[in-house]
Nanobody, 125 residues
């Protein structure tokens, strides 16, 4: 699986961005997907995850109600819509795919084998 994240940039607090993750290699609709982020000096954390059908999602408490994960299996692309952005959302964002082709999403970083290159999101106050 190869993943290519894009859509990052500089935005003012309260603004919005949509990240995309283009996938290739394995049939996109057969595996879940996760979005992670890593801020300077901090460990990488799970932002959210979505199962392979797109019918089930998980969000970290810090982004719940502001971020939305979705996917278009026909386009082999996943999305992370980020609204009401805060300076603390500043980080490099990564999309990731698990090693397994299960029905559910995964919340453990150890489940993810394939990673995109990351895209920088900077939120100014």
């Amino acid at each position: 699986v190869q993943l290519q994240a894009s859509g990052g940039g500089l935005v003012q607090a309260g603004g919005s961005l949509r990240l995309s993750c283009a996938a290739s290699g394995r049939t996109f609709g057969t595996y879940a997907m996760g979005w992670f982020r890593q801020a300077p000096g901090k460990e990488r954390e799970l932002v959210g995850a979505i199962n392979r059908s797109g019918g089930s999602t998980y969000y970290a408490d810090s982004v719940k109600g502001r971020f939305t994960i979705s996917r278009d299996n026909a386009k082999s692309t996943g999305y992370l819509q980020m609204n009401s952005l805060k300076p603390e959302d500043t980080a490099v964002y990564y999309c990731a795919a698990p090693a397994y082709s299960g029905t559910y999403y995964y919340t453990s970083e150890s489940a993810y084998r394939y990673w995109g290159q990351g895209t920088q999101v900077t939120v100014s106050s």
